[in-house]
């Protein structure tokens, strides 16, 4: 079975930056939300990510850095047996995790 590695900053302003590795079962079609999704499922309930639409890419809420480029988690598919970084929107204030403040 192939697998993803997202290399993800965690953490907020009280306990600090740190990056974790999740190794994520691919399945096809899949998106780097996708991904995020199945952490939270099987690894870590307490990850923060923004989202609405899921997939639609309408809401604009998901939007992180992604091997050091800005796009929608939702449209970001995943690539079989790689290893991608993201981190949260730099240049709004930092909630948690992937989360930042839209305001
Ligand atoms: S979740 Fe809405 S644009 Fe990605």
Redesign the pocket.
Known sequence: MSIVTLNVVRGDSETGRRTEDYEVPYREGMSL?DAIFWIREHKDTSFSVR????????????MAVVDGKAG????IRAVPDSRVHIEPLTGLPWIKDLATSLE
Do not use: P
């Open positions: 939300l989202y609405s639409c899921r997939s639609a890419n309408a809401c604009k809420e998901c929608y988690l939702c449209s």
